[in-house]
C-alpha cells in the first residue's frame, strides 16, 4: 500500500514512499483493475457575483507578499499589515492632534506629547505579550498569534523613545545649553538620568529581540528579555511620577503572569522517557499521567490550569530540564505536543514531544539523551488556540501541508477529526480529509510510527508524502495542494464546499501555501488557511 501522491504526479516528483516509508518507489501504472474513468470533480453552480467579490476580497486579505529586499524580512499577510497599520495611524492621531509647529520652536511640546503615548502603550505592550492574557477571551486568539502585534509595537516605542530623547536633546542645546549648563550636568539630572538608563534598557530590549539574534542566541534572548523588562519599568518609574500608573500596571501583568500563572498554576513536574530517534538528530520525549478531572467552574475555564488535566490539539507547553545544567533550571522552552488530545472521559494521559535538536537547549538535551533514558520535566502550559481546529471542523475539506516536524501539529488534529462527529454542516455529508508531509528524510516517518500513518489512511485521509527533499530537492508544494484540493472536491457531493487548510512549516513554505490559497479564493472558492509557525 503506498502514500497518495498521484495527484501531484505531474508537477512533482514522480515516485512516492513505499509501505515501509524508508524506499522511493514509482507510481502504479494503470492496469486491468484500475477503473475506466477517474474521478471528477463534481459539477458546481458558479458562485454569485456578490459573493465571489466578498471572496476576492478575503484572498486579498490573505495574500502575503514577498519578503523585503535588502533586509529580506518576513512580511505577514496584508489583513495583519492592514491591523498593524490602523494601530499606527491611532498613535499617529494621538502624537500630533492639537500639537504646535514647527518642531524646533516647539521640541519640548513634542517630546513630552510622545512620552505619554510611550507610557500609555506600556500596559499593552506587556499584556500582548503575557502567555496567560484575557485577550484570547475576546479574540479567540492565543499569545503567539498575538505576538506579532506584540512585537510591531515594541518597535514602535522604541521609536517613540528615540523620539523623546532627541526631542530632550534639542531642549538642552536650545535652552539649557546657552545658560552654561553642560550635557552632563542635563543627563545627571535626577529626573533626566534614569530616563536614559529606561531608554537604553528598551533599546537593548529591541536589538535582542530581532529575529536573527533569537535564533542564533535564544538562551541569551530569554534571559535579556526578562531583566530589560524589569529594569526598563524600574527606571521609568523613577523617571517621572506621571508614568507610575501605567508602569504598575504592566508590572501587575508582568508579575500575575510570569509568577502567579506560570510558576504556581501552570507549572507541573513529570518523569519522562528520552529516546533518540533513528535519523541521530531528533528526539522523543514521553511522559504519561492519570488525568486529574476538570472543574466545570467559569474559574478553571478560564485558568485552563495546568496539563494535568489534559490539553487540545495544536497547544504547547514550555519546557524546562533542571538536570541538564544549573542555567537550564530557570529557562523554558516552547514545543507543540504531537501526541493526540485526551479524550472526554479518558482516565489517562499520553503525553509526546519531537525536538529536533539544532543550538543550545535542543542539543544540549540531545546529548543528555543519549546517555540517560529518562529525567525530570517542568512543563508549564498548556497554551495555544483552537481556531485553526474550530476551522476545520467548520469545513467540508480539510487538508493538512506540513514541513517536517511540523507533524506535531498535524497528527494531533487529524486524530480529533477522525474521532469526532463526521458531518459537517452541509447535508450532513462526511468531511474529507488531506495531508501532506514533506520530509528532508526517509527515516523522519519513523517520528510519528509508521503505523500511525497507516491508520490515517485506513480511516480515510487522503495522504501524500513525496519523496525525500535530500534526494529529490524541494516538491512543487504549490501544485500538490492545489491538486490535494481538487481531488478531494471531486469526491464529495456538496455544493460549493467549504476548504480548509492548515500548513506548518518554514517560513517559505508556508508563505507558498497561503498565497496558494489566496489565489484559490481569487477564483471563487470558498477556503480559509490557518499558519502554524515553527518558533516564537
Not at 36 to 64: D, E, G, M
Not at 342 to 365: C, K, M, S, V
Not at 430 to 457: F, N, Q, Y
Amino acid at each position: 500500500m503506498a502514500l497518495d501522491c498521484e495527484s501531484a504526479a505531474a508537477t512533482a516528483p514522480s515516485h512516492v514512499l513505499s509501505q515501509d516509508h524508508h524506499l522511493p518507489v514509482k507510481l502504479a501504472k494503470a492496469d486491468e483493475s484500475s477503473p475506466l474513468l477517474s474521478s471528477s470533480p463534481t459539477p458546481t453552480a458558479r458562485p454569485s457575483r456578490l459573493r465571489t467579490t466578498f471572496r476576492r476580497i478575503h484572498a486579498l486579505a490573505t495574500y502575503q507578499p514577498p519578503n523585503l529586499p535588502l533586509t529580506n524580512k518576513l512580511q505577514p499577510s496584508n489583513q495583519t499589515t492592514l491591523l498593524v497599520l490602523l494601530l499606527l495611524t491611532l498613535n499617529l492621531f494621538y502624537a500630533t492632534y492639537n500639537t504646535p509647529f514647527p518642531l524646533r520652536a516647539n521640541a519640548f511640546i513634542w517630546s513630552d506629547r510622545v512620552a505619554l503615548l510611550f507610557v500609555a502603550n506600556l500596559p499593552w505592550l506587556y499584556l500582548l505579550g503575557a502567555k496567560n492574557q484575557p485577550l484570547k477571551l475576546l479574540t479567540g486568539y492565543s499569545y503567539e498569534q498575538l505576538n506579532l502585534l506584540h512585537r510591531r509595537l515594541g518597535e514602535w516605542l522604541c521609536i517613540l523613545a528615540v523620539v523623546h530623547t532627541v526631542g530632550m536633546l534639542m531642549v538642552w542645546y536650545h535652552f539649557f545649553l546657552p545658560a552654561g549648563n553642560t550635557l552632563w550636568h542635563y543627563l545627571a539630572h535626577p529626573v533626566v538620568w534614569p530616563g536614559v538608563v529606561a531608554f537604553v534598557c528598551y533599546e537593548l530590549l529591541y536589538f535582542t529581540s530581532l529575529a536573527s539574534f533569537r535564533q542564533r542566541a535564544y538562551e541569551v534572548f530569554l534571559a535579556s528579555h526578562v531583566g530589560l523588562q524589569a529594569g526598563g519599568l524600574l527606571f521609568v518609574y523613577l523617571h517621572f511620577w506621571s508614568s507610575r500608573p501605567y508602569v504598575l500596571v504592566s508590572l501587575a501583568v508582568f508579575v500575575v503572569d510570569r509568577t502567579v500563572f506560570r510558576a504556581l498554576v501552570k507549572s507541573r513536574s513529570v518523569r519522562a522517557e528520552l529516546k533518540v530517534m533513528q535519523d541521530g538528530q531528533t528526539l522523543l520525549v514521553s511522559a504519561d499521567w492519570p488525568l486529574v478531572p476538570r472543574c466545570g467552574s467559569w474559574w478553571s475555564s478560564l485558568l485552563r490550569t495546568d496539563i494535568g488535566k489534559g490539553w487540545r490539539p495544536m497547544e504547547h507547553v514550555f519546557v524546562t530540564v533542571p538536570a541538564l545544567a544549573t542555567k537550564h533550571k530557570v529557562q523554558a522552552h516552547p514545543f507543540t505536543i504531537a501526541s493526540a488530545a485526551p479524550e472526554p472521559g479518558q482516565e489517562h494521559a499520553w503525553f509526546n514531544l519531537i525536538i529536533r535538536a539544532y543550538n543550545g537547549f535542543t542539543r544540549d538535551l540531545l546529548e543528555y539523551a543519549r546517555y540517560h533514558s529518562s529525567t525530570t520535566i517542568r512543563l508549564d502550559g498548556p497554551y495555544g488556540s483552537s481556531h485553526a481546529l474550530k476551522m476545520l471542523r467548520a469545513s467540508d475539506i480539510a487538508v493538512l501541508v506540513i514541513g517536517g516536524s511540523g507533524i506535531a501539529v498535524a497528527y494531533p488534529l487529524l486524530w480529533t477529526l477522525l474521532h469526532a462527529p463526521h458531518s459537517t454542516a452541509k447535508e450532513g455529508k462526511r468531511r474529507h480529509l488531506g495531508l501532506i508531509w514533506i520530509v528532508h528524510e526517509a527515516s523522519h516517518i519513523a517520528w510519528i510510527g509508521h503505523e500511525r500513518l497507516d491508520e490515517l489512511k485506513a480511516m480515510g485521509v487522503k495522504i501524500c508524502v513525496p519523496a525525500p527533499t535530500s534526494k529529490a530537492g524541494r516538491p512543487d508544494v504549490r501544485s500538490m495542494t492545489k491538486n490535494m484540493i481538487n481531488d478531494l472536491e471531486g469526491n464529495i457531493a456538496v455544493h460549493d464546499p467549504s476548504v480548509g487548510v492548515v500548513v506548518s512549516g518554514p517560513d517559505g513554505m508556508n508563505r507558498v501555501v497561503r498565497n496558494t490559497c489566496a489565489s484559490l479564493a481569487w477564483e471563487g472558492k470558498n477556503i480559509d488557511v490557518a499558519v502554524e509557525k515553527y518558533g516564537w
